[in-house]
């Protein structure tokens, strides 16, 4: 199976710009997307295909990346923004998602 | 506005087996592949199955082949996840998740929890 490692935890202040990576072992192309999952909620499309911001979602969020390694940016954080993030790829079968990366706020 | 409403859950002795219905609403169900993805109690999301758009092909991941059954209703507009032979490793919350392609998970249900134990 493909892994995606994803860093644990982040803390931000709001108002600072954050990136969020996502290293696959395996080229994945860009067949790479991201998702937010606040507290007690399913989780929502942000970013698919590395760079595409899903309708509805802030011009804040960007995705970029390309094979194995990839980056979600919030730029600027704001508190609304405490989270889980997780990357996914549909590139291999089968479709595999990182570990989750939570954002914390300062 | 995309709905995805799942219900059938709840708590199952090991052994056991369970039904999950996903009711979906507000886009033509029948044209778009539908997935379950779970996420055991604080951990990450884990795709489970998807189902092509007629019912015809399906897929799964390798832990649960052979036990967990995908299908789909067009005429009702509704997904099934039947399990089977419960573990306490399939705890977790069950989430019915609508697919673009290629296959990337663009809404989901408010997710169901089952929970396996004696």
């Known amino acids: 199976d493909t892994v995606l490692t994803q860093s644990p935890a982040l803390a931000v202040s709001p108002g600072e710009r954050v990136t969020i990576s996502c290293r696959a072992s395996e080229s994945v192309s860009t067949l790479m997307h991201w998702y937010q999952q606040k507290p007690g909620q399913q989780p929502t499309l942000l970013i698919y295909?590395?760079?595409n911001l899903e309708s509805g979602v802030p011009a804040r969020f960007s995705g970029s990346g390309s094979g194995t390694d990839f980056t979600l940016t919030i730029d600027p954080v704001e508190a609304d923004d405490t989270a889980t993030y997780y990357c996914?790829?549909?590139?291999?079968?089968?479709?595999?998602f990182g570990g989750g990366t939570k954002l914390e706020l300062k | 506005e995309v709905q995805l409403v799942e219900s059938g859950g709840g708590l199952v002795q090991p052994g056991r087996s369970l039904k999950l219905s996903c009711a979906a609403s507000?886009?033509?169900?029948?044209?778009?592949?539908m997935a379950w993805v779970r996420q055991a109690p604080t951990k990450g999301l884990e795709w489970v199955a998807s189902i092509s758009t007629g019912g015809g092909n399906t897929y799964y991941r390798d832990s649960v082949k052979g036990r967990f059954t995908i299908s789909r209703d067009n005429a009702k507009n509704t997904l099934y996840l039947q399990i089977d032979s419960l573990r306490s490793e399939d705890t977790a919350t069950y989430y019915c998740?609508?697919?673009?392609?290629?296959?990337?998970?663009?809404?989901w249900g408010q997710g169901v929890m089952v929970t396996v134990s004696s």
């Open positions: 507000g886009f033509t169900y029948s044209n778009y592949v």
């Open positions: 996914q790829q549909s590139w291999n079968d089968p479709r595999t």
């Open positions: 998740a609508k697919v673009r392609s290629p296959h990337y998970f663009d809404y």
């Open positions: 295909l590395a760079s």
